[in-house]
């Protein structure tokens, strides 16, 4: 599509009801200019503002339409800005102001990860401050993403991350619908009730931890995404995306660790009580007597590394709690490493190499003698 | 002269995928969590076979006109053949299957499943290719051409060449905030459409050069306002119209739409459904659309169902399909 010049220059009489396109940055002309000031994508303002320097580039290019004054920003016709709060990560909490247009969309292209490799060209203006705004503002995001999850009725039992390209937030894990749904058909319309209780609980405990953030909460999220501020966003098969934060990787994968793990878990867990590992078996010769088709006792035995499944997705939430199904993680074990005894032969000889081969790269953390 | 009706003898409870034929538009796959999966003819509006599985099927695909493949909750791996009306357990997984996809172009039935692997079948000698462990427990695929596209929890994508399965050929996120929940990729190949619970829907592309995903971008959809407060509901279900490259989603709110990806535009909106749209499938040549709608998928978690489980097959005019070409626009 055509991209809006008035929008450009901060003016442009449409609006929202603009046929060209509205975005922030002509990106042929960043590229042929070498400046990029894109952290003002985070507020919005680009053109309203008049505090901001206005870059020559824009003077340039667009000398033949002088006629739309370039100086009358605070017009009543200046409502380009609104387009742009789609694709920044904070416009997520104007969702129920934004006015949601029809027939335009606003590209994401800006906003993407190759950002961070433009962002560097840019002089430092005082690393400490900007760091501690995108904290601010990271830790602004979550808290109202929290706070609106409930009463938007979404699903639950989500991962989430505060914007595109950053890792998951600890503690909420992943849970499909048909997951959920496979519980009723194991066990009854009874006990599907109760566990499905307990699992709400400890899903709302922490998004509520996310949404009132303590001390402790801030200083643990940025921990988590340290290294992800730091480290190349595009180098994709990189250590930390590999055994980032997510719980999935805590599950082995492999069906030689699985029965491995399984032992383990089980002595080192004595609290865990029958309900976190009999969530995924079926329910052994329970009559059920509440008129479901199907009878849950037909189910085929699921084996044992799924078992240990659920109690594995909850290993990383904050181990405070007295509920049966929160395995207040491995306390003897360190989660974030694995032992050198748990792993297979070629897992051991992948970390012992000088590098990863492709292919057999492994899904588990490396023990921690092998780490530097 | 109605464009719309519903099938007879629809599965009893949810309804997990609907696919049609990839040969002809008269007949439909549906599996269903009341263990069955069906074949529909759909233009004398019968039931022509059903099996059964010993669990809810999660999903079901036909790897030619006379052969459909199906998981479900149990994992094991069952092959119908609608000539002679034979079952076989091809193989299992670990855990429940949860996708089963056909690659026409390598001739291979992929499975995935919440075991975290994927697992590749040969239709003809029933043999198990293949195991390769996912980044996390498999909720969606799509076939590309030669490749596999799989979503994982924790929002992963992975992009498998079936030609070359010794290693991930792209390991990306998702560029949503939350969990994926369907992926479909475009007919031409360049790249997919993502969709995630929280009403909103990302296209992407396969090619990682800058100047292709500067292209991709994200759109909110599926999303209800009431009293002030916006309902947000997971969007189930994409299908791509194969002649037009045009998408519809189907939503938790029960709604249908029709999506222009290059333009970026709707098409069009179909009436409200019933019960929340599970599951969604056009026929190959484009003329038809399958929606299945089953209260299971619906916004509440209680099982009770409030409504009942329908296929409706639909015939979709150009109007609601060909993507708009309006003059005096770039």
Known sequence: ?372 | MANEFKLNNCPTDGISSVKFSPSTSQFLLASSWDMSVRLYDVTENSQRFKYEHKSPVLDCCFSDSVHSWSGGLDGSVMMYDLNTGRETVVGRHNNSIRCVEYCSDTNVVVTGSWDQTIKLWDPRSHNNIGSYSQPGKVFTMSVCGDHIIVGTCGKSVVVWDLRNMGYVEQRRESSLKYQTRCIKSFPNKQGYVLSSIEGRVAVEYLDPSVEVQKKKYAFKCHRIKENGIEHIYSVHAIAFHQRYSTFATGGADGYVNMWDGFNKKRLCQFHLFPAAVSSLAFSNDGSMLAVASSPLYGAELSPSSNGEDAIYIRHVTDAETKPKTSSGLA
């Open chain 1, 1 to 372: 599509m055509v991209i809006c010049k008035f929008y450009q220059q901060g003016n442009c009489k449409f609006g929202s009801r603009c046929y060209n396109e509205h975005v922030r940055y002509n990106s042929n002309e960043n590229r042929n200019r070498g400046q990029q000031r894109s952290q003002n994508d985070n507020y919005g303002n680009r053109g309203r503002n008049q505090n901001f320097v206005q870059p020559s580039r824009f003077d340039d290019s667009h000398r033949q339409h002088k006629s739309h004054t370039t100086e009358n920003y605070s017009s009543p016709f200046n409502r380009g800005g609104s387009n742009n709060t789609n694709f920044s990560s904070e416009s997520d909490k104007h969702h129920t102001q934004q006015s949601i247009d029809k027939f335009h969309w606003t590209s994401k292209s800006q906003s993407n990860r190759f950002n961070a490799l433009t962002e560097l060209e840019e002089p430092p203006l005082s690393s400490n401050t900007v760091q501690s705004e995108d904290h601010a503002a990271m830790f602004k995001t979550i808290s109202e993403d929290m706070a609106l999850w409930p009463s938007s009725k979404m699903w639950p039992f989500s991962c989430y991350s505060y914007a595109k390209e950053k890792n998951c937030v600890e503690g909420l894990a992943d849970i499909q619908p048909e997951e959920i749904r496979t519980l009723y058909y194991l066990h009854g319309l009874e006990r599907y009730r109760n566990i499905l209780d307990e699992v709400e609980l400890i899903y709302t405990k922490r998004k509520e931890e996310l949404r009132y953030m303590s001390e402790e909460t801030k200083s643990s999220l940025l921990s988590q995404q340290g290294l992800s501020i730091d480290s190349n966003p595009s180098a994709d098969l990189s250590i930390y995306s590999l055994y980032g934060p997510g719980t999935e990787f805590k599950s082995s994968s492999s069906k030689v660790a699985d029965v491995a793990a399984l032992p383990t878990q089980s002595t080192v867990n004595p609290t865990i009580t029958r309900t976190t590992t009999d969530l995924f078996k079926p329910a052994v010769a329970q009559p059920n007597t509440s008129a479901l088709p199907p009878p849950s006792s037909s189910f085929i035995q699921q084996p044992p590394p799924t078992g240990g499944a659920l109690g594995q997705i909850f290993k990383t939430v904050p181990a405070a709690e007295t509920k049966p199904l929160v395995s207040a993680s491995l306390t003897s074990k360190d989660a974030t490493y694995t032992d050198k005894t748990e792993l297979t032969a070629s897992e051991l000889q992948q970390f012992e190499s000088q590098s990863f081969t492709l292919g057999k790269i492994p899904m588990r953390p490396p023990p921690k003698d092998l780490c530097r």
